[in-house]
């Protein structure tokens, strides 16, 4: 097994997994793993060597409950050290993480998300898949809110690094990141309590294909967490950009609330409910020290925020909960 392999806690992961429906599948990561490292990504090495350079610290306060927070001793040295290395890290999207007296200004307020979604699951003792978990902010605050492990999946390399950051300082947590797409899991997994899906639906170019596969993951009974975005309008309406939406290439689907319930009931999930329902803020996305890029205040029409700069509605995201029966 390669270093970033066992530092990704694989051998934890099995062991963990032993007994469970979802058994026989860890027995396939390492290879699944050494594979996808053997290909990796050209900027891999020099991610990698970010994670190398993380000073080795104790992180004997946490919080995940209200917050990400580790805290414990760290010398002016140390923290320059920890700050160069997760710089290397850059553009970090998903967040805030507070570690050690540094604040990581992510893009997003995924705190703020968090906060909308949070109140309405309970996590305790549950298995959980989160799909698409990007640098895996919010696999953190789901053991925050009591989840016995959470397993992310997201093919982005860089977001993977990212998470075995935090790893580094929270190596005892039953949280863990593979670097794979949904379709990459085998079908009829039906090993989780909980799935979440967050930003992922509009990406997908066959939307009710990707509620099959959630459902595929959930054991009997199991909930699902789904998280896009809508549009206003009735039970027929869905907006399929021509070309950008907000400068994004790859949004395919946007349907109004009404829709998405009707997808979900048609894919097979009952009890489907939406609980919130919130337009983005550009106070909840933008550009800050950790994320030099454009974002949402430059997506927007100037004159009018309530459309993109392509003219289309702007972004207002969905949370929904639907239970396979
Ligand atoms: N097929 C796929 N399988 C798994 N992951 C995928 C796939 N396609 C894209 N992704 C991943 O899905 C994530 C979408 S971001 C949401 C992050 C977090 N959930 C959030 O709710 O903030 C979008 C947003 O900013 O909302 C990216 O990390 C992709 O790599």
């Not at 053997?38 to 190398?52: C, F, K, S, Y």
């Not at 009710?208 to 596969?213: C, E, V």
């Not at 790859?250 to 609980?275: H, K, M, Q, Y």
């Not at 983005?280 to 454009?294: A, G, H, I, L």
Request: a negative charge; hydrophobic letters at 45%.
């Amino acid at each position: 097994m390669t270093a970033l392999a066992t530092r990704a806690g694989l051998p934890a992961l099995l062991a963990r997994l032993h007994g469970t429906p979802l058994a026989s599948w860890a027995a396939t990561l390492p290879d699944l793993l050494a594979d996808k490292l053997a290909r990796g990504h050209g900027d891999l090495t020099r991610w990698q060597a970010a994670v190398d350079a993380l000073p080795a610290l104790d992180a004997r306060q946490r919080e995940l409950a209200e917050t990400f927070h580790l805290a414990g001793p760290c010398s002016d040295a140390q923290r320059a050290a920890l700050e160069q290395a997760l710089k290397g890290l850059i553009p970090w999207r998903k967040g805030p993480f507070e570690l050690f007296g540094m604040h990581i200004d992510t893009e997003w307020r995924s705190d703020w998300k968090w906060a909308r979604i949070a109140p309405h699951l309970d996590l305790r003792g549950k298995r959980v898949l989160d799909v698409g978990c990007g640098n895996g902010y919010y696999q953190w605050r789901m053991l925050g809110a009591g989840a016995d492990c959470v397993i992310g999946v997201d093919p982005n390399w860089l977001f993977f690094c990212q998470f075995l950051a935090m790893k580094h300082y929270l190596p005892e947590l039953p949280a863990w990141h593979l670097p794979l797409a949904l379709e990459e899991l085998p079908a009829s997994l039906e090993g989780f309590d909980t799935v979440f899906s967050m930003g992922v639906l509009y990406h997908r170019r066959s939307p009710i294909d990707h509620l099959l596969a959630l459902k595929d993951c959930l054991m009997r009974g199991g909930e699902l967490l789904l998280e896009t975005l809508v549009v206003e309008g009735d039970a027929q309406t869905v907006l399929v950009p021509e070309d950008r939406y907000a400068q994004m290439r790859n949004v395919w689907f946007l349907p109004s609330v009404a829709a998405l319930e009707l997808w979900l009931r048609r894919a097979g999930f009952v009890d489907v409910r939406c609980i919130d329902v919130s337009v983005t803020s550009v106070e909840e996305q933008r550009s800050t020290e950790w994320m030099r890029f454009q974002s949402l205040p430059e997506f927007l029409d100037p004159q009018d925020r309530s459309k993109t700069i392509e003219g289309l509605p702007a972004p207002r995201r969905a949370a929904l909960l639907a239970r396979k029966p």
